[in-house]
């Protein structure tokens, strides 16, 4: 079965970086990938997307310029590099895959696989 399992959460000042990872097992064809985060009292918002052969991305505003989604399919490996961080970018991230085209990428039911989340904190 599929499994999805993110790390490189942590606690940072406002203008720092993290690099957060998804690792994935239990497939054979590479799925579409999604980044989510979720703040407190906050619907789950989608910020980057990746196709599954990594040839092209998608970024909500909030964050274009300032995160990079990229994948190492060899190592079934999805990350999320974020740079200048801002308070409100303080959120559960979670990475999300399918299989089928996700018609709307930042809706969290078009996605049937969910890692357990990182927690991204920063602090102003």
């Known amino acids: 079965q599929v499994q999805l399992v993110e790390s490189g959460g942590g606690s940072v000042q406002a203008g720092g970086s993290l690099r957060l990872s998804c690792a994935a097992s239990?497939?054979?064809?590479?799925?579409?990938v999604s980044w989510f985060r979720q703040g407190p009292g906050k619907e789950r918002e989608g910020v980057a997307f990746?196709?599954?052969?990594?040839?092209?991305?998608y970024y909500a505003e909030s964050v274009k310029g300032r995160f990079t989604i990229s994948r190492d399919n060899a190592e079934k490996t999805v990350y999320l590099q974020m740079i200048s961080l801002k308070p409100e970018d303080s959120a559960m991230y979670y990475c999300?895959?399918?299989?089928?085209?996700?018609?709307?990428?930042?809706?969290?039911?078009?996605?049937?696989?969910w890692g357990q989340g990182t927690q991204v904190t920063v602090s102003s």
């Open positions: 239990g497939y054979t064809y590479n799925p579409y």
């Open positions: 990746i196709f599954a052969s990594g040839d092209n991305t």
């Open positions: 999300a895959a399918a299989f089928n085209w996700p018609n709307r990428w930042r809706d969290p039911q078009s996605y049937d696989y």
